[in-house]
């Protein structure tokens, strides 16, 4: 029997406990109504035009997201703005809307773990006791510049693929990883005895004060590609846990589409 748009939120909120999401953040249910079936689910990590789209042509009836719709304040869901359209197409469709962020980034089952467990590191440990980040063993030390190409293989491809710090012979056995906008966990990655860290949306200044400190070496992937190992993680747990179907969104919802060094 199809689950109730509630038992699903009581399966997430027990891998996801909303308990554990930042002080800032907003996760949980956003619309929806408790009691209506759940016969098949999206997992998505952004909610846009393209991925309400998605869901509303697979005609799931919830959709599971990593970044909140609504994390502002909001005073208004008219239809004339940006999230407010996003809300009327889900309830006009009868798509439910749940968000797991910084809790799913800290479980065991989580966005981390996930894109760690993807990389095949071993021997995982988050950053500090909060869960924060995962620290773990490469199946084999790699030269930084072949860890690169491992890591653009391996994440879902985007249009600039991946960039990194340091020296490209450095040989890197033990892999940070922090899924996400992860600049502040560049000295956690140092004291958690990283060769390298890979992360997303690291600035400028912090990229340049982290390699003079002699910090370890920073590759950076897209955004979205660092947080979609999540999605087959969350699906296929939703799949075993409840009489659902659940899909893997395919829509590449990273920002930056366009890239060129000027050569090709
Ligand atoms: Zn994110």
């Known amino acids: 029997m199809s689950p109730t748009v509630a038992g699903v939120v009581a399966v997430l909120d027990e891998l996801y406990p909303p308990a554990t999401a930042a002080a800032w953040d907003k996760v949980g249910l956003v619309l929806g109504e408790p009691a209506a079936p759940v016969r098949s689910i999206l997992c998505v990590v952004d909610v ?37 359209r996003i809300v009327h197409d889900l309830i006009r469709a009868g798509i439910a809307l749940h968000v797991a962020h910084t809790n799913a980034d800290v479980a065991v089952d989580g966005v981390n773990e996930a894109l760690a467990d993807l990389l095949g590191l071993g021997f995982l ?20 510049a072949d860890l690169v190409r491992h890591v653009a293989a391996t994440l879902p491809a ?40 890979l992360t997303s949306d690291v600035k400028h200044h912090y990229a340049s004060e982290h390699v003079a400190a002699g910090g370890p070496a920073v590759i950076e992937a897209a955004h979205w590609a660092t947080e979609w190992p999540w999605l087959p993680r969350v699906a296929g747990l939703l799949a075993a846990k409840l009489d659902v179907e659940t899909f893997v ?8 589409t366009l890239h060129s060094t000027g050569a090709e």
């Open 48 to 84: 846009v035009p393209e991925t309400v789209a998605e869901a509303a042509d697979r005609g799931v009836d919830m959709i599971v997201s990593h970044h909140p719709l609504l994390l502002r304040g909001v005073s208004s869901v008219a239809p004339t703005t940006y999230a407010g």
């Open 158 to 197: 985007t249009a600039w693929g991946v960039r990194a710090t340091g020296d490209p012979e450095q040989i890197v056995t033990t892999l940070a990883v922090a899924s996400g906008s992860g600049s502040d966990c560049l000295p956690m990655a140092a004291g958690a005895g990283a060769d390298a860290i």
């Open 249 to 256: 969104s395919t829509v590449r919802t990273d920002p930056w």
């Open 125 to 144: 440990r988050p950053f500090r006791p909060d869960g924060l980040g995962r620290v773990g063993t490469l199946p084999a030390p790699l030269r930084l």
